[in-house]
């Protein structure tokens, strides 16, 4: 498709659940971001993609979340034994490069209960 | 026609200028954010908003809930506020978020 592709667009969970997000990115972006936003909070960065190069996970909260992109296109975030604090929209975004001219996608609303 | 709408695409202002960047959006939000992104930068969130006006050093942003606008202001602006600027909105139905395209700013010495 011609944007960010974010699934699943709402995924409900029961605490203590692992889950997987995806985001395809737009062809060719060699840059891609994970982003969250908690009920009421700014966006917090969780990790960053830039082609080959070793990923920023500078972001991550703990070691329950993890990510990985495969083959520098689609990115998976995992989230283990999830807890209610992590219910969040998960935001992707690609760019060309780490310049400007960033896509966004719509985002993976996540909530566990 | 797109839910959010910032203008201008693109400004080019001289250092110490006053700097306005206007977003417009049509659906109900439950929050409006300014972001900021520096070139080989990660995105930056400056405000979340929901009523009236914040302000963050020579940043400052305000919101119209009646008229669905928001401006974010830029005092004295300085050749490190060259960035992209995106305007994001929380809808009120789903959480999800809406994101205008951008405004790219660059400021001149």
């Known amino acids: 498709g011609a944007g960010v592709s974010q699934s699943p667009s709402n995924k409900v969970t029961e605490k203590g659940k692992d889950v997987e997000l995806r985001c395809d990115p737009i062809s060719g972006h060699t840059a891609l971001y994970w982003y969250r936003q908690s009920l009421g909070q700014g966006l917090e960065f969780l990790i960053y993609f830039q082609g080959n190069s070793a990923p920023d996970k500078s972001g991550l909260p703990s070691d329950r979340f993890s990510a990985e992109r495969t083959g520098g296109s689609v990115s998976t975030l995992t989230i283990q034994r999830t807890q209610q604090e992590d219910s969040a929209v998960y935001l992707c975004a690609s760019s060309p490069s780490s310049g400007y001219g960033y896509t966004f996608g719509s985002g993976t609303r996540l909530t566990v209960v | ?109």
Not at chain 2, 93 to 108: E, F, V
């Open chain 2, 1 to 109: 026609k797109n839910e959010v709408e910032q203008s201008p695409q693109n400004l080019t202002a001289q250092e110490g200028e006053f700097i306005t960047i206007n977003c417009s959006y049509s659906v109900g939000i439950s929050a409006l954010h300014w972001l900021q992104q520096h070139p080989g930068g990660g995105i930056v969130s400056l405000f979340m908003l929901s009523s009236g006006k914040k302000k963050h050093g020579r940043l400052i942003a305000t919101i119209n809930i009646q008229e669905k606008h928001s401006s974010l202001h830029i005092t004295a602006s300085h050749p490190r506020d060259s960035a992209v600027y995106i305007c994001a909105v929380t809808m009120d139905s789903n959480y999800q978020l809406i994101w205008g395209a951008g405004t790219k700013l660059i400021i001149k010495p």
